[in-house]
């Protein structure tokens, strides 16, 4: 079985980062809507709803299989400076894939530091902290299976 090799340039792996990120954060997106409009773009691909195959793994490693579609929602923007910014996110929400294009765009430029610091970093620990809040309220309900050894002559 061929094994893809992670991309190990700095540069990937933190755009890869910010895109998880703002492909789950349509509610702070939302909130931060006017901020990102507030520069000249343009639509290269206005929002359109799609659907794309989900393949699984049995065991999570072994054979691939198609587990089904899902909706998604892909976006491409372009900045007056010249920086082009893509979006695909689940579901059907075309405002969000705008905006997350719109961010993806505003991280490349030359205020990245800026955006990461005033957006992503926020974003990423919001999220962070739901995932272990979520973590928490399920822990409760976790079973704990033990076998006992009958002793048999």
Same mark, same amino acid.
Not at 18 to 36: F, H, N, P, S, Y
Not at 109 to 135: D, K, N, S, Y
């Given at each position: 079985?061929? &094994?893809?090799? $992670?991309?190990?340039?700095?540069? @990937?792996?933190?755009? !890869?980062?910010?895109?998880?990120?703002?492909? +789950?954060?349509?509610?702070? /997106?939302?909130?931060?809507?006017?901020? /990102?409009?507030? &520069?000249?773009? +343009?639509?290269?691909?206005?929002?359109? *709803?799609?659907?794309?195959?989900?393949?699984? +793994?049995?065991?999570? #490693?072994?054979?691939? =299989?198609?587990?089904?579609?899902?909706? *998604?929602?892909?976006?491409? *923007?372009?900045?007056?400076?010249?920086? &082009?910014?893509?979006?695909? *996110?689940?579901?059907?929400?075309? %405002?969000?894939?705008? /905006?997350?294009? $719109?961010?993806?765009?505003? $991280? %490349?430029?030359?205020? %990245?530091?800026?955006?990461?610091? !005033?957006? @992503?970093?926020?974003?990423? !620990?919001? %999220?962070?902290?739901?995932?272990?809040?979520?973590?928490?309220?399920?822990?409760? &309900? !976790?079973?704990? =299976? =033990? #076998?006992? @050894?009958?002793?048999?002559?």
């Amino acid at each position: 079985m061929p &094994t893809t090799a $992670l991309p190990t340039d700095p540069a @990937i792996v933190a755009r !890869q980062r910010w895109m998880g990120v703002l492909a +789950r954060g349509a509610d702070e /997106l939302k909130r931060q809507a006017a901020t /990102l409009r507030a &520069t000249d773009y +343009r639509l290269i691909r206005a929002p359109e *709803v799609g659907m794309t195959l989900v393949r699984g +793994r049995m065991g999570g #490693t072994g054979d691939a =299989f198609n587990l089904g579609e899902m909706s *998604v929602t892909r976006c491409v *923007v372009r900045l007056a400076d010249g920086c &082009t910014g893509y979006s695909y *996110v689940a579901g059907r929400d075309k %405002q969000h894939a705008e /905006l997350a294009a $719109l961010a993806d765009a505003h $991280l %490349q430029g030359e205020r %990245q530091a800026h955006w990461l610091a !005033q957006l @992503i970093e926020p974003m990423a !620990q919001a %999220q962070r902290t739901a995932r272990a809040a979520e973590a928490a309220r399920t822990a409760s &309900t !976790q079973v704990e =299976f =033990f #076998t006992l @050894i009958r002793g048999e002559d």
